[in-house]
């Protein structure tokens, strides 16, 4: 039997490794803890309580986005690490989807807002040129609404 706990672990493991980036030490560790939960699995048929989430721990936790920081945002779309959904705009998806503040969000997965936009460029240029050319921003064209 352990060499069919070994062969579902490889697929778990190589599964998860092709969507994430991972070290060669967190790969080993992986392969340790995958492996681990289905021996106990196998035997017990209950979950490890050190394996089991508890409440609030994901709050502080640090996660490494499952794809590439340079694919992350693109002229066309922006990519959700939480769900990889790719959108225009993020913040209102992560506040609905997601519960999350675009800080949150920032702080979850480590990343500089300034090199990491909730919007594509696309979308940014297009709303920049909506604005320019109805003159918003500029000195001595304050629109008075009209009755």
Same mark, same amino acid.
């Given at each position: ?9 490889a ?9 994430? &980036?991972?070290?060669? !030490?967190?790969?080993? /560790? @992986?392969i340790?803890? =995958?492996y681990?939960?289905?021996?106990? +699995? ?6 490890? &309580?050190?394996?089991? !989430?508890?409440?609030? /721990? @994901?709050?502080?936790? =640090?996660?490494?986005?499952?794809i590439p +920081?340079?694919?992350?945002v ?50 940014s ?8 050319n ?14």
């Open positions: 039997m352990a060499s069919d706990v070994l062969k579902l672990t697929q778990i493991v190589i599964s998860h490794a092709s969507m994430s &980036e991972l070290t060669s !030490p967190e790969l080993v /560790e @992986e340790k803890e =995958v681990n939960v289905l021996a106990s +699995l196998e035997g017990e048929g209950v979950v490890p &309580e050190t394996m089991a !989430p508890q409440q609030g /721990e @994901e709050a502080g936790v =640090v996660k490494k986005p499952s +920081l340079k694919d992350i693109t002229y066309k779309h922006v990519v959700c690490l939480e769900c990889g959904k790719k959108m225009r705009t993020l913040k209102a998806h992560i506040r609905k989807a997601h519960h999350l503040m675009p800080k949150e969000y920032f702080k979850r997965f480590d990343l500089d807002p300034k090199k990491y936009p909730l919007v594509c460029r696309e979308y240029e297009q709303r920049s040129a909506m604005a320019k109805r003159r918003f921003g500029e000195r001595g064209t304050h629109h008075k609404a009209t009755s």
